[in-house]
Nanobody
Framework: QVQLVESGGGLVQPGGSLRLSCAAS????????MGWYRQAPEKQRELVALIASAGSTTYADSVKGRFTISRDNAKNTVYLQMNSLKPEDTAVYYC???????????????WGKGTLVTVSS
């Protein structure tokens, strides 16, 4: 019913930039928090950035000053601008959204399938 699709991943050199997008579709009444997570090989999934409905943001210490999360409520889309990329940023990046569907007056978590970001020379 509700689907999230990430895009924008790929191969970049250290110091380069990428912009990830995640668009939600389906029977959606509203979306509260939106976030980006990542999982590197042999590591646990970690929170990268979070943006609340009112626009407040939070970032992992490892990406502060380099990544910027933003949202476009009219498009049900969240973005992650990644600058000054490092090899340790290499991971599969997942978006997640807290969605209130028309079917029920409750907040439900939805996840995308992920997009691979590789930072290498």
């Amino acid at each position: 019913q509700v689907q999230l699709v990430e895009s924008g991943g790929g191969l970049v050199q250290p110091g380069g930039s990428l912009r990830l997008s995640c668009a939600a579709s389906g029977s959606i009444f509203t979306i509260n928090a939106m976030g980006w997570y990542r999982q590197a090989p042999e590591k646990q999934r970690e929170l990268v950035a979070l943006i609340a409905s009112a626009g407040s943001t939070t970032y992992a210490d490892s990406v502060k000053g380099r990544f910027t999360i933003s949202r476009d409520n009219a498009k049900n889309t969240v973005y992650l601008q990644m600058n000054s990329l490092k090899p340790e940023d290499t991971a599969v990046y997942y978006c997640s959204m807290d969605v209130v569907p028309f079917a029920a007056p409750a907040i439900m978590d939805y996840w995308g399938k992920g997009t691979l970001v590789t930072v290498s020379s």
